[in-house]
């Protein structure tokens, strides 16, 4: 038996509301993610600027002009993957996703308020996140305002019998 | 004194003595006889198969009242004495069991499966199945981590897991750090109605 087993505390947290440490990480990867994209397609659009016109392009970050577009792009980064399937990339990553606070599947409108109330949450260096932690459905100030809670959504039970599955197949001195 | 009355009592006086004589001379010599008898041998001459052919069970069973005689009989008491242990061990249960042809008590059984499968709570039944030992002490295991193989899932397992029980931790030290009271619902009304049906 193998002493990786994991605990069977998490099998049953499906559709349960999720912490802080998922939801942080979730952002964290979407953050990178949106921010190499970007920085990807900035990249990719200098390029062809230089092929087609000749001049070569520099995206100075203090540019207001880019500054707007890496702001419409996380708006649209987030907010169509909320309206769209109620999860970004670092959410599916996680196992996350934002339903309606009574739990149903998310309206694509309230997907787009809560990208756009999102920024709220950054004022006061960061209050707005502090209801993840303490508030009993752990509901940030934009889950509030646009009536949306954020829950595990990763079948854990199937992922507990995968981990003993590969433990067996291991065998009894495996890994 | 009346003559008659007199000669009554002289009658009397002779009579008593004799008939008292008569008395033991009568049942010794019913002693002689019954000691000179062979019973068994007196038994051994008796026809009994032709004395009993004689006899009218039937007539004798009809003039009996059995249910008074049940009436009498305390089968409890009677049961008490009954040692099912020993009356048990001298049934050969597996030779009545060959004798039973089970197809056919089914047959007769008027047993609605439909109606016995509805009554079965299915969901109830999985949830006591033992995932854990299922697939550790059975090939299914190495069925699923075939299907179900690739770094890419085990470490997205991992570290989801892991993910979940620092959620669970953080949440448990917030909730003593700010007294919480109450801890508030585990999902929100929709899913924990769909646990609720699961």
């Known amino acids: 038996m193998s002493t990786r087993t994991p605990p069977a505390g998490w099998v049953s947290s499906q559709g349960h509301y999720a912490g802080a440490v998922s939801r942080f990480l979730a952002f964290v990867i979407d953050v990178l993610v949106s921010s190499g994209l970007a920085a990807l397609g900035l990249a990719a659009t200098a390029l062809v600027v230089q092929v087609v016109t000749g001049h070569s392009v520099s995206w100075d970050r203090t540019n207001i002009v880019v500054a707007i577009i890496f702001v419409a792009w996380e708006f649209f980064y987030f907010g169509y993957s909320w309206a769209a399937s109620g999860r970004t990339f670092g959410m599916a990553v996680l196992g996350v996703r934002v339903v309606r606070a009574d739990g149903h599947g998310l309206d694509p409108w309230r997907g787009v308020v809560r990208a756009l109330v999102f920024p709220l949450s950054f004022l006061f260096f960061g209050l707005g996140f502090l209801g993840i932690l303490v508030q009993r459905e752990h509901r940030a100030l934009h889950d509030l305002i646009a009536g949306t809670a954020v829950i595990y959504a990763w079948d854990a039970r199937a992922a507990r019998i995968r981990f003993l599955a590969r433990d067996a197949e291991a065998g009894p001195g495996g890994r | 004194m009346d003559p008659r009355e007199r000669l009554l009592s002289a009658g009397k006086r002779l009579t008593d003595p004799a008939e008292a004589l008569a008395q033991r001379i009568a049942e010794r010599a019913v002693d002689l006889i019954v000691q000179a008898l062979d019973i068994n041998q007196l038994v051994q001459r008796v026809d009994l198969d032709a004395v009993l052919g004689q ?82 002490d059975t090939d299914l295991g190495a069925v699923i981590a075939k299907s179900s193989g690739g770094v890419a899932s085990e470490a997205l397992d991992a570290a989801r897991s892991q993910a979940v029980g620092l959620d669970q931790f953080i949440d448990r030290w917030v909730g003593r750090a700010i007294r919480r009271r109450q801890a508030g619902p585990p999902a929100p009304a929709a899913l924990l109605d769909g646990e609720a049906e699961s």
């Not at chain 2, 409890?76 to 597996?94: C, G, H, M, P």
């Not at chain 2, 109606?115 to 109830?124: E, G, K, Y």
Request: hydrophobic share 55%.
């Open chain 2, 55 to 136: 006899v009218d069970i039937n007539t004798i069973l009809r003039r009996v009242d059995v249910n008074a005689l049940l009436a009498q009989v305390d089968v409890n008491a009677l049961l008490a004495k009954v040692d099912v242990t020993v009356l048990l061990d001298r049934v050969e249960v597996n030779a009545l069991l060959d004798r039973v042809n089970v197809d056919a008590l089914l047959g007769r059984a008027d047993v609605d499966a439909r109606a016995l499968i509805d009554r079965v709570d299915v969901n109830d039944l999985i949830r006591r199945v033992d995932l854990d030992s299922l697939v550790q």
